[in-house]
């Protein structure tokens, strides 16, 4: 997965400082990193691997709903917007797991020390805003980019007056509502059933 990830990013992500944050993501244990610690892909690589089905997911309803057309955008500058939101709106797990150990039964019924994964995060900055914080570390996002990953949570993430925000943001830029569309697809049919049981 970690192969496949680089060379979609590498093929679509041309803007300056793109190299850069490739670079930080190998530092980092993204490609390492379980996509959650219970709820989905919670094992490891499925950062990476739930990275690559909301951009497949994104493709196809971003060139489906015809933004590309409405955005004027050649299919060169589609495919890098597509890229930066799918592959890269949950970098802000990067370096946010940690493992203990924890007390299971095994199939014979003894109890045994099992590994899980557990949050712990080194910049409590939040979810969305955290991922554009990082990527904007190392190259500028459009607009529309910022808020697709800035809201791609949707609700599950807006309270109170976050909530007239994301209403605002999902009228205003239709990418946020395909960036949001494509994760919600990709996390509850695309891995349903992939999580390990613990």
């Not at 500058?77 to 890269?88: P, R, S």
């Not at 808020?147 to 994301?166: D, F, N, P, Q, T």
Request: proline share 3%.
């Amino acid at each position: 997965m970690k192969e496949q990830f680089i060379e979609i990013y590498t093929k679509y992500i041309k803007r300056p400082g793109a190299d850069k944050l490739l670079e930080w993501l190998k530092t980092t244990d993204f490609f390492t990193a379980p996509a959650s610690t219970r709820f989905h892909l919670s094992r490891e690589g499925g950062l990476v691997e739930h990275s690559i089905g909301v951009f497949n997911r994104l493709k196809d309803l971003y060139y489906h709903e015809g933004l590309n057309e409405k955005n004027e955008q050649t299919d060169e500058e589609a495919m890098e917007t597509i890229a930066i939101c799918g592959l890269l709106h949950d970098v802000c797990k990067a370096n946010f797991y940690g493992v203990e150990m924890r007390n299971k039964k095994n199939d014979q019924g003894f109890w045994e020390k099992v590994p899980f994964y557990i949050v712990d995060d080194k910049l409590p900055y939040g979810h969305g805003e955290k991922s554009v914080y990082i990527i904007s570390s190392f190259m500028k996002l459009a607009r529309d980019e910022a808020m697709a990953i800035r809201w791609h949570m949707g609700k599950y993430e807006a309270e109170g007056s976050a909530a007239m925000a994301l209403g605002a943001a999902f009228e205003k830029y239709p990418l946020a509502v395909l960036t949001h569309v494509a994760d919600l697809l990709a996390t509850s049919i695309d891995e349903a059933g992939t999580e390990e049981k613990k």
